[in-house]
C-alpha cells in the first residue's frame, strides 16, 4: 500500500532552502496552508519567489513572510489587502509580477499536465504581453505562456489519505487543485488524515499521484479578510 504521511510539518518541509521557487494554494484566506506557511517562517528562509493569487493580509497568510523579508519575489493576481506588500512593492524591496488571474490558474494547471506553454488571449495589446510570442487564430490575436516552474507547491485539503488522495471543500476548492502535482514535490496539509481506502473514489477531486507528502494540520484559523457590519440604528 502506497503511504505518502509524513507526522509532523517539520518533516513535510524536508529539503526546502533559500532561493526556492514555491507555489502556495489559496484565496484570500481560504484554503492557505496555513502550518506549512508557519513552518516557512519559523525555517527563516529567504529570497523565496512566491506564486499564489494573492499575499495574504499584513498579519496572517503569506502577510507573516513578507514582514520579515524571506520573499524575494511575488507572482500573484490580486494583492489588495496587505498594506505590507504594498509599501515594499512602490519601496522595490520586493520584486512583483502581476498575472492575470485565469492566466495564473493556467501556467499551474500547464505545469501539473506536464505542457510547457500555451496560448490566451488575456494581455494581449498590454504590457503582460510585452517580450512574449503572440500569434493569430482564427482572426484573435494571442500570446505564449509559458507553464510555472516550481520546487515545492504546498495546499491545504479538508481530508485526505495515506496515499495522498484529496477532498476539497466549498470554496477552499480553490487554487489548490490546480497546484497539485504542478511542482517538484507538492506538499499536502489536511484538517482530517485517513486511512488508505477510506475515502470514497466518486468523492476524492485530487488522486495521490500528485501528492509526494501528507500531513494532518493543527489548529485552523477560520479568518474573514474584511468584515463588514451594519450599525446598530
Known amino acids: 500500500m502506497i503511504n505518502k504521511k509524513v507526522n509532523t510539518v517539520k518533516d513535510a518541509l524536508q529539503g ?20 506549512s506557511i508557519a513552518e516557512l517562517v519559523r525555517l527563516g528562509l529567504t529570497d523565496l519567489t512566491c ?7 499584513d498579519d496572517f497568510g503569506l502577510g507573516f513572510l ?18 505590507e506588500f504594498e509599501r515594499q512593492m512602490l519601496s522595490g524591496e520586493l520584486e512583483v509580477e502581476l498575472t492575470p488571474q485565469g492566466t495564473l490558474a ?22 503582460v504581453a510585452e517580450g512574449k510570442e503572440t500569434r493569430e ?5 494571442y500570446v505564449l505562456e509559458e507553464a510555472f516552474k516550481a ?3 504546498f495546499v491545504k485539503a479538508w481530508k485526505g489519505d495515506e496515499a495522498g488522495n484529496l477532498i476539497f471543500k466549498g470554496t ?3 487554487f489548490n487543485p490546480c497546484m497539485c502535482g504542478a511542482a517538484t514535490i507538492t506538499v499536502a496539509e489536511v484538517e482530517e488524515l485517513v486511512p488508505a481506502g477510506t475515502l470514497d473514489p466518486n468523492q476524492i477531486h485530487i488522486p495521490g499521484i500528485f501528492v509526494q507528502r501528507i500531513f494532518q494540520g493543527e ?9 463588514t457590519v451594519r450599525a446598530k440604528s
Not at 66 to 83: A, F, P, R, T, W
Not at 137 to 141: A, S
Open 151 to 153: 520546487d515545492f507547491s
Open 106 to 127: 493556467e501556467k499551474c494547471r500547464a505545469a501539473q499536465a506536464g505542457f510547457p506553454a500555451f496560448y490566451t488571449p488575456a494581455g494581449y495589446g498590454t504590457e
Open 66 to 83: 513578507l514582514q520579515n523579508h524571506q520573499i524575494k519575489k511575488m507572482i500573484s493576481s490580486y494583492v489588495g489587502e496587505n498594506d
Open 51 to 57: 506564486i499564489s493569487n494573492n499575499a495574504g493580509v
Open 172 to 174: 477552499a476548492r480553490n
Open 137 to 141: 487564430f482564427n482572426g484573435k490575436m
Open 16 to 35: 526546502v532552502s533559500n532561493g526556492m521557487t514555491m507555489m502556495l494554494g489559496g484565496f484570500g484566506l481560504c484554503g492557505i496552508p496555513e502550518n
Open 219 to 227: 489548529k485552523y484559523e477560520k479568518r474573514i479578510e474584511q468584515r
